[in-house]
């Protein structure tokens, strides 16, 4: 059976501001190594899948930018979404086009912008739950064994029912569960049965298919008319940009997962961070003497457990701690790093002030 791969790369990354830009996101930007988050999933994926099998849903605005930056992935595999309309709207569109191409397919779905260190482990992982999904109509997630009491992540429960396969534990899924508070998340990490969301989904394009015409019946109506009209012509952005404004605005956790029985989870620790925001550098980067994350033309004294970038000019600081501080040309961000979730505050601000032109 063939293996195919759906990235969704169109979010703006707005916790990652003022960096990541509307006119260059987070996922073309190089924040860790000497390749951009996108590039570094494309090369990850490469080890299981060939590139003419990987598919990339995206933003208008930044195809040129996928192109510029994966050359060798072919143009058609690059979607189009005219808006963002959740994962949902991303996955079906992305299985109506895949299972054209590649009717009896496995398809693996993953976002563009998250680091994991241990490849040749993600990659064996992948493989593993390839093959639990291409066994009856499994649905099959990754969840990230939880290291501490993260609340910025939602968190998938399995149940005690589990089997070993390629000497990895395969457990069946019983929830999804949202974002929790500081308590519950903490109670999570103790039961040892709840594990981070990676938001990365393995399924034949089939079963997911039947699902969105079980559950999203009115998405799947929208998708069917998609499909007749692409056979009819040849301009497939078109198509899209006509229909997909009547999507419903919603995730595939949300429409299919929380709503089936037949899902399965594999625990992975690979080295994973979805870098959410800017304190996601304190997990992937080494420190100074003090905390800190230096990068840049930086002068610190009495400095400690800062964030700190520079775009050239120079950045000084004296007896500071718990900063984020981050300088690009146009903009210079000051913040407490018990705010860096809040960041995207910011933006609705400089956009009621009409500074459209920062974001």
Not at 264 to 286: K, Q
Not at 317 to 336: A, H, M, N, P, Y
Request: with cysteine; glycine share 6%; net charge negative.
């Amino acid at each position: 059976m063939t293996i195919t791969a759906v990235i969704m790369a169109g979010g703006k990354g707005e916790r990652f501001w003022p960096k990541s830009r509307t006119n260059l996101p987070k996922q073309f930007l190089n924040i860790s190594g000497n390749k951009s988050m996108i590039q570094q999933t494309i090369g990850r994926l490469e080890k299981l899948i060939d590139v003419s099998q990987i598919f990339i849903v995206t933003n208008e605005l930044y195809a040129e930018l996928i192109h510029a930056q994966l050359p060798n992935l072919p143009i058609d595999n690059i979607i189009i979404e005219p808006i963002g309309r959740n994962t949902a709207p991303c996955v079906g569109v992305a299985s109506i086009i895949i299972e054209e191409k590649f009717p009896d397919s496995t398809m693996v779905v993953l976002p563009s912008d998250h680091i994991i260190e241990n490849e040749e482990g993600f990659i064996k992982i992948l493989g593993t739950a390839v093959e639990v999904a291409q066994n009856n109509s499994n649905l099959v997630t990754l969840g990230i064994k939880p290291t501490y009491p993260e609340t910025g992540y939602g968190y998938i429960e399995s149940t005690k029912e589990m089997e070993i396969i390629n000497e990895l534990e395969v457990h069946k899924v019983n929830k999804f569960v949202e974002k929790p508070n500081l308590e519950t998340a903490e109670n999570y990490l103790s039961s040892g049965n709840f594990f981070w969301n990676s938001g990365i989904f393995i399924w034949k394009t089939a079963v997911i298919r039947k699902y969105i015409e079980q559950l999203m019946p009115d998405m799947h109506d929208i998708l069917e008319t998609m499909k007749t009209a692409f056979s009819t012509s040849t301009n497939r952005n078109d198509i899209i940009r006509s229909e997909f404004y009547k999507m419903p605005d919603q995730s595939i956790d949300y429409g299919i997962m929380e709503k089936v029985n037949n899902i399965y989870v594999i625990p992975c620790i690979f080295g994973w961070d979805d870098v959410g925001s800017w304190t996601a550098l304190d997990r992937i980067n080494e420190h100074d003497e003090n905390g800190n994350v230096i990068k840049g033309n930086i002068l610190n004294l009495d400095t400690k457990r800062c964030i700190i970038e520079s775009n050239g000019k120079l950045i000084a600081t004296l007896g500071v701690e718990d900063l984020i501080i981050v300088d690009t040309e146009d903009v210079t961000l000051i913040c407490s790093k018990d705010k860096a979730q809040e960041v995207k505050v910011l933006l609705k601000e400089l956009r009621m002030q009409k500074l459209d032109k920062y974001l």
